[in-house]
């Protein structure tokens, strides 16, 4: 059966409206009166939008998202999530892709993968434990969390993110098919997705 990009849509969604919040927080605009819990809370959505992208691309496969999520919620180390979710799709991770006007007869543009500035797989993981480093309550005799680090850290982590996801190439459980995901194509526009049959590489 061919996966239904709806469901995948539906995270990406979900993860612009978490990123909108953590940029309100960020800016002030939303205000929850006492410094760290700002902080934690924009760090707690940092943390859900990385699970987000490692879960997305089996949202097409309800079951399988549900058997992985509930690791999550269980205390999983994600490495070990991610592990599982490459082998139900090794092509799970998202690929940052530059559209350029192309020379090619028929086709529009090229899509060239970015190579640099994103949030690569074992960064993900790195920053979803260092996000969690912040979420638990600290000994009181021991070292205080650095909560202006992580505040000066946060317009930094939603830039690899927003570089990596801005404009995506995805393979679903589907490997026949590649899809090209805009997060934006105008300002408060939804997720769009377009779908092309693979031919072994990023081009299309």
């Not at 960064?123 to 680090?149: I, W």
Request: aromatic content about 8%; glycine content about 4%.
């Amino acid at each position: 059966m061919k996966p239904d990009t709806t469901a995948y849509v539906a995270v990406m969604n979900e993860i612009k409206r978490r990123i909108r919040v953590v940029h309100a927080l960020h800016s002030k605009e939303a205000n929850l009166l006492y410094g760290a819990t700002q902080i934690e809370s924009m760090v707690l959505q940092i943390r859900m939008i990385l699970e987000l992208v490692m879960l997305s691309t089996l949202a097409a496969n309800r079951p399988l998202f549900e058997q992985q999520k509930q690791k999550f919620e269980k205390h999983w180390h994600p490495a070990k999530i991610m592990c599982d979710v490459a082998k139900l799709n090794p092509s799970f991770y998202p690929v940052p892709i530059q559209e350029l006007p192309s020379s090619h007869p028929g086709v529009a543009r090229d899509l060239l993968e970015i190579k640099s500035g994103f949030l690569k797989a074992d960064q993900l993981v790195a920053l979803h434990g260092r996000c969690g480093d912040l979420l638990h309550a600290k000994n009181p005799f021991g070292k205080s969390a650095d909560y202006k680090l992580y505040e000066r850290m946060v317009p930094e982590w939603l830039e690899q993110i927003r570089a990596l996801l801005n404009c995506h190439q995805i393979r679903l459980l589907d490997q026949d098919t590649f899809h090209l995901v805009h997060m934006s194509e105008q300002p408060g526009d939804v997720v769009r997705v377009y779908t092309f049959q693979c031919e072994g590489s990023v081009g299309a």
